[in-house]
């Protein structure tokens, strides 16, 4: 007797392959068959005629490690098909937690993770209070290099010394010892951004050693694209540790088209036999602190030196002189500033809520300011705690790197519900629809199956998650059912707060999470640890 048999659907079945009538037949939570089961009596039926029966969706880029506590159920995760997320990217990560650095950690991390409790030392705190609530779908962990860098040597634009090198690594080792499956970095953040490659080199071996990989938001999707993933191959190749590059894209108009470049860089490391993936949001516009404008040396030493320096009028008046320098004399340290690009979507509460989904350029016309003087402002009364969303990026870059085989589809998002509030980037509602949507169906970009293996057993691959990623009998029953011709996400950037269409059930181990494309309540997401990831 079969707990559930899903009957009449069409597989795609995560391997790349052509699609296939069949049904799919689950028992304590795995799959037991696939094919022809009419001989099979079930407890529950699902009939599945005229939809897609895929694994469940596996999301590689998540900040959810650090909105978890608020929104356990990850809904808006679930309700387009994504069954297990990769947390801690972008040098982000909740641990490890010292004592006398948490107030650093705090002010650093606010702005995607308000009101984190950081009652934890390390990875197995840190899981052991997830595992206490009621998860919607199941996470695996990585550590920051960040928060890494935090610990041991707090804000300092330096290099480690000798001990604190070993001191990261020795935090690292312990992270991946206590089942993490990668260590990442975000060279655009303070204090990641203050790391030279050596440094890196070092951090990523503390991963390859331990079966890990290493994932990068690289130093600058800009005008140092090129050299930026460059020094990510580099990387692993001193290291020996897998690369996986985060939300690959070329930001700016001046630089589209660059993402030719370094797919080919990728081709390359890759013939060499170098283990390197990226992954992508499929959207033109991009999400981050509004701090990240800001050359590296203002925000030395944390949030409140940054908040001194705003507030110094000389300072400030050499920040302006980076930002906006006189034609062809920008200097290499600062940031692309444009303010008709950036969109604030969320601020604290406050007389500056008004302003979320407002251009920068609206916001300071109805100020009376130059634009860069009101982000420099909003930055100052809001204590750093601006979120910005980038319009920077072009349609057929988008669609270039989403052709490349070693590119996973992967959201930078977290999880949310409608009382969320403020206006944040529609991909964490809606990346995985819109892919399957607007991307296979509307405009022929993937085939169906391609999308699906980039969704499922090229992440899965990636964690070496053995039991997941692919519909065959032994593997976890982790799966999504959608109807091919209406899955599609109608969140907007001016309404962000909508779940997707079309994905009518979503079944983790073996239980129904959404069930005729509603919630179920049912709440059987596991904290996976690499040392134990292919079993439940």
Request: overall charge negative.
């Given at each position: 007797?079969?707990?559930?048999?899903?009957?009449?659907?069409?597989?795609?079945?995560?391997?790349?392959?052509?699609?296939?009538?069949?049904?799919?037949?689950?028992?304590?939570?795995?799959?037991?068959?696939?094919?022809?089961?009419?001989?099979?009596?079930?407890?529950?039926?699902?009939?599945?005629?005229?939809?897609?029966?895929?694994?469940?969706?596996?999301?590689?880029?998540?900040?959810?490690?650090?909105?978890?506590?608020?929104?356990?159920?990850?809904?808006?995760?679930?309700?387009?098909?994504?069954?297990?997320?990769?947390?801690?990217?972008?040098?982000?990560?909740?641990?490890?937690?010292?004592?006398?650095?948490?107030?650093?950690?705090?002010?650093?991390?606010?702005?995607?993770?308000?009101?984190?409790?950081?009652?934890?030392?390390?990875?197995?705190?840190?899981?052991?209070?997830?595992?206490?609530?009621?998860?919607?779908?199941?996470?695996?962990?990585?550590?920051?290099?960040?928060?890494?860098?935090?610990?041991?040597?707090?804000?300092?634009?330096?290099?480690?010394?000798?001990?604190?090198?070993?001191?990261?690594?020795?935090?690292?080792?312990?992270?991946?010892?206590?089942?993490?499956?990668?260590?990442?970095?975000?060279?655009?953040?303070?204090?990641?951004?203050?790391?030279?490659?050596?440094?890196?080199?070092?951090?990523?071996?503390?991963?390859?050693?331990?079966?890990?990989?290493?994932?990068?938001?690289?130093?600058?999707?800009?005008?140092?694209?090129?050299?930026?993933?460059?020094?990510?191959?580099?990387?692993?190749?001193?290291?020996?540790?897998?690369?996986?590059?985060?939300?690959?894209?070329?930001?700016?108009?001046?630089?589209?088209?660059?993402?030719?470049?370094?797919?080919?860089?990728?081709?390359?490391?890759?013939?060499?036999?170098?283990?390197?993936?990226?992954?992508?949001?499929?959207?033109?516009?991009?999400?981050?602190?509004?701090?990240?404008?800001?050359?590296?040396?203002?925000?030395?030493?944390?949030?409140?030196?940054?908040?001194?320096?705003?507030?110094?009028?000389?300072?400030?008046?050499?920040?302006?002189?980076?930002?906006?320098?006189?034609?062809?004399?920008?200097?290499?340290?600062?940031?692309?500033?444009?303010?008709?690009?950036?969109?604030?979507?969320?601020?604290?509460?406050?007389?500056?809520?008004?302003?979320?989904?407002?251009?920068?350029?609206?916001?300071?016309?109805?100020?009376?300011?130059?634009?860069?003087?009101?982000?420099?402002?909003?930055?100052?009364?809001?204590?750093?705690?601006?979120?910005?969303?980038?319009?920077?990026?072009?349609?057929?870059?988008?669609?270039?790197?989403?052709?490349?085989?070693?590119?996973?589809?992967?959201?930078?998002?977290?999880?949310?519900?409608?009382?969320?509030?403020?206006?944040?980037?529609?991909?964490?509602?809606?990346?995985?629809?819109?892919?399957?949507?607007?991307?296979?169906r509307e405009e022929h970009v993937l085939p169906l199956e391609e999308a699906v293996r980039k969704m499922t057993s090229l992440p899965a691959g990636r964690l070496r998650l053995g039991d997941r990623?692919?519909?065959?009998?032994?593997?976890?029953?982790?799966?999504?059912?959608?109807?091919?011709?209406?899955?599609?996400?109608?969140?907007?950037?001016?309404?962000?707060?909508?779940?997707?269409?079309?994905?009518?059930?979503?079944?983790?181990?073996?239980?129904?999470?959404?069930?005729?494309?509603?919630?179920?309540?049912?709440?059987?997401?596991?904290?996976?640890?690499?040392?134990?990831?292919?079993?439940?």
């Amino acid at each position: 007797m079969l707990d559930t048999c899903f009957r009449h659907a069409k597989v795609a079945d995560g391997s790349g392959n052509p699609a296939f009538l069949a049904d799919v037949g689950v028992r304590d939570g795995r799959i037991v068959g696939v094919g022809d089961l009419s001989g099979m009596h079930a407890r529950h039926n699902v009939n599945c005629a005229g939809a897609v029966l895929a694994p469940g969706f596996i999301d590689l880029h998540t900040h959810t490690d650090f909105s978890l506590p608020s929104y356990p159920g990850a809904e808006a995760m679930t309700r387009q098909g994504v069954t297990t997320h990769l947390a801690g990217n972008c040098g982000f990560s909740p641990f490890p937690v010292r004592a006398e650095t948490l107030p650093l950690l705090r002010s650093y991390a606010e702005f995607i993770g308000a009101g984190l409790s950081y009652d934890w030392e390390d990875a197995d705190g840190y899981a052991g209070m997830l595992e206490s609530l009621p998860l919607g779908c199941n996470i695996a962990l990585q550590v920051g290099h960040g928060t890494l860098r935090i610990a041991v040597m707090g804000f300092d634009d330096r290099p480690p010394t000798q001990a604190e090198t070993e001191r990261m690594a020795d935090l690292a080792a312990r992270a991946f010892e206590q089942g993490v499956f990668g260590l990442s970095s975000g060279l655009i953040y303070a204090p990641g951004s203050f790391a030279a490659t050596d440094e890196l080199v070092a951090m990523a071996c503390a991963a390859a050693g331990h079966g890990a990989f290493y994932s990068t938001h690289i130093r600058g999707e800009g005008a140092t694209l090129v050299d930026a993933v460059c020094e990510a191959l580099e990387i692993g190749r001193r290291s020996g540790a897998p690369v996986q590059i985060s939300h690959h894209k070329a930001s700016g108009r001046q630089n589209w088209g660059k993402v030719r470049e370094t797919l080919g860089l990728i081709d390359r490391a890759r013939a060499k036999g170098q283990d390197v993936l990226a992954d992508q949001y499929p959207y033109t516009a991009g999400s981050t602190t509004l701090a990240a404008i800001l050359p590296r040396w203002v925000l030395e030493g944390g949030v409140e030196r940054m908040l001194e320096r705003l507030a110094d009028p000389e300072t400030r008046a050499r920040i302006k002189d980076l930002l906006l320098p006189p034609e062809g004399a920008r200097q290499a340290e600062a940031r692309e500033f444009d303010p008709e690009a950036i969109m604030i979507s969320s601020v604290p509460d406050g007389p500056n809520k008004v302003h979320e989904g407002s251009m920068l350029a609206e916001i300071a016309r109805d100020r009376g300011e130059h634009p860069l003087d009101t982000a420099l402002h909003l930055l100052r009364e809001e204590r750093g705690g601006v979120q910005m969303i980038i319009f920077s990026m072009s349609e057929e870059d988008v669609r270039t790197v989403m052709r490349h085989r070693a590119v996973t589809v992967a959201s930078d998002g977290w999880t949310l519900s409608p009382s969320s509030g403020g206006k944040p980037h529609p991909r964490s509602y809606g990346t995985f629809a819109r892919v399957l949507g607007t991307y296979v169906r509307e405009e022929h970009v993937l085939p169906l199956e391609e999308a699906v293996r980039k969704m499922t057993s090229l992440p899965a691959g990636r964690l070496r998650l053995g039991d997941r990623g692919t519909v065959r009998p032994g593997g976890i029953a982790d799966l999504v059912v959608f109807d091919p011709s209406t899955v599609s996400s109608p969140a907007t950037f001016k309404d962000p707060h909508r779940f997707c269409e079309g994905v009518l059930h979503v079944m983790i181990g073996g239980q129904f999470v959404v069930e005729m494309g509603e919630d179920t309540g049912a709440r059987p997401g596991r904290v996976l640890r690499k040392t134990n990831s292919t079993r439940r």
